[in-house]
């Protein structure tokens, strides 16, 4: 299994909303990431979990919470979205955390998300 | 510094043609060139990667140029088919640091059948 799985593929929600974003691989791997992606932009990564735990924080605001539950899910809940906050949401996995920058990612194909 | 500037943003090439997109950084710790190719819908998947110690790598049709002292690399994609027609992404990261991986602005191709 080479996949990183992402649920739901779509989600519109209200600003007043709290919902939540799954990840989930079975590959072994150690490390995961949140990454956002605007229409025609590229990932902006968001937060990184090694070894199940938040290594960064990319100043990412407190509406959005990452959680690791175990090394094989990753969640993210929303909770009073702005409508700027519309975007694709990836997931990502890799092998090893990436101090060394040059492991390869393995993405999910990502929520879209709308923020009403 | 942690900038990679790519270029073009679009490319219409005809089937058969050859699409070359270039990638320019300042950062001279960046030691790890990864492109990564999006197809809507999906996310990104890693198409090749090159490290500065080589000058070109061949992975089927894809290949990395690469550039130390001029601090640029470029895809090329040989016998382009419609397939290929995608979201091109050059990225670069530095080994010796934490930070992660720092991507460009990306390059919508689109092959003509």
């Known amino acids: 299994d080479t996949e990183v799985t992402q649920t739901p593929k779509h989600l519109v929600m209200g600003m007043t909303n709290k919902k939540s974003l799954k990840c989930e691989q079975h590959m072994g791997h150690r490390a995961m990431y949140w990454y956002k992606q605007k229409a025609k932009k590229p990932p902006e990564l968001m937060f990184v979990?090694?070894?199940?735990?938040?290594?960064i924080n990319e100043s990412v605001p407190s509406r959005f919470s990452p959680e690791c539950p175990n090394s094989s899910l990753l969640n993210l809940h929303l909770h009073a979205l702005q409508p700027e906050d519309s975007a694709l949401y990836l997931c990502?996995?890799?092998?090893?955390?990436?101090?060394?920058?040059?492991?390869?990612?393995?993405f999910g194909s990502g929520t879209q998300l709308s923020v009403l | 510094q942690q900038q990679v500037k790519q270029s073009p943003q679009s490319l219409i090439v005809q089937k058969g043609g050859i699409p070359i997109i270039n990638c320019a950084y300042e950062n001279t710790a960046f030691d790890y060139f990864p492109w990564y190719q999006q197809f809507p819908g999906k996310g990104p998947a890693l198409l090749i990667a090159i490290r500065p110690d080589v000058s070109e790598k061949k992975e089927g049709r894809f290949t990395i140029s690469f550039n130390k002292s001029a601090k640029q690399f470029s895809l090329h994609i040989m016998d382009s088919q419609p397939g290929d027609s995608a979201t091109y992404f050059c990225a670069a990261g530095d080994s010796g640091s934490a930070r992660q991986l720092t991507f460009g602005s990306g390059t919508q191709l689109t092959v003509l059948p």
């Open positions: 979990y090694s070894y199940e735990k938040l290594s």
């Open positions: 990502a996995s890799s092998l090893r955390p990436q101090t060394a920058s040059n492991e390869k990612l393995f």
